[in-house]
């Protein structure tokens, strides 16, 4: 496996489940982000990770709970989410946590909350 | 706050020229990337620009103005596969990109 993976591809959940996402990056990177993508609208940072410490959470709701047990992988745990919530949730890692780093995506989770 | 712009959707023939234009309203600046996303796929790098002027790769060129907060991807010689959304992005300089809505080109035979 090379670059930004995420699983799973597509995920349909109640509004009473609760259910992870996973990304992986392979290239060696110290900071990884999750965006989330709504359709039309600009990605949105939701939470930042360097060298597994957290440095951002984007005023997103207690709902997304994220995870980083090491600089290589990243979780976001989801729980009584709202329809709202439906997106594309997109990973991604850079080199270092400095804006001038070009940042790699993985293909992202395709969420749809019913 | 952050303010970026970008037109929704432009059209154009194969092996014609597409300018997409982005400007930006930043609390801070050190530079400006521009993504490729095709449709269900990860967005791709395509460029950035830190300093004004062009910079040339291959059929896709970016250039910046620090000064009128501007910024433009020119894609050349446009073919069917470079239908796709083209995100630009500034940095502020700390980690934290943010991005335009995004353009989607669709490239007609």
């Known amino acids: 496996e090379t670059g930004v993976t995420q699983t799973p591809r597509h995920l349909v959940m109640g509004m009473t489940n609760k259910k992870s996402l996973k990304c992986e990056q392979h290239l060696g990177h110290n900071a990884m982000y999750w965006y989330k993508q709504s359709a039309k609208k600009p990605l949105e940072l939701m939470f930042v990770?360097?060298?597994?410490?957290?440095?951002e959470n984007n005023s997103v709701p207690s709902r997304f709970s994220p995870e980083c047990p090491n600089s290589s992988h990243l979780f976001l745990h989801l729980h009584t989410l709202q329809p709202e919530d439906s997106a594309l949730y997109l990973c991604a890692s850079s080199p270092r946590l400095e804006g001038n780093y070009e940042q790699y995506f993985g293909p992202g989770t395709r969420l749809t909350v019913t | 706050g952050q303010n970026i712009d970008q037109p929704t959707e432009m059209t154009a023939t194969e092996g014609a020229i597409v300018q997409i234009n982005c400007t930006y309203q930043?609390?801070?600046?050190?530079?400006l990337f521009w993504y490729q996303q095709h449709a269900g796929e990860a967005p791709t790098f395509l460029s950035y620009n830190v300093l004004d002027g062009l910079e040339e790769k291959g059929r896709f060129s970016s250039f910046l103005s620090r000064s009128k907060g501007y910024s433009y991807l020119l894609l050349k010689e446009l073919q069917m596969k470079d239908s796709a959304s083209y995100l630009c992005?500034?940095?502020?300089?700390?980690?934290?990109?943010?991005f335009g809505a995004g353009t989607t080109v669709t490239v007609r035979a």
């Open positions: 992005a500034v940095t502020d300089g700390d980690y934290k990109l943010s």
């Open positions: 990770y360097s060298l597994e410490e957290r440095v």
């Open positions: 930043t609390s801070g600046f050190n530079g």
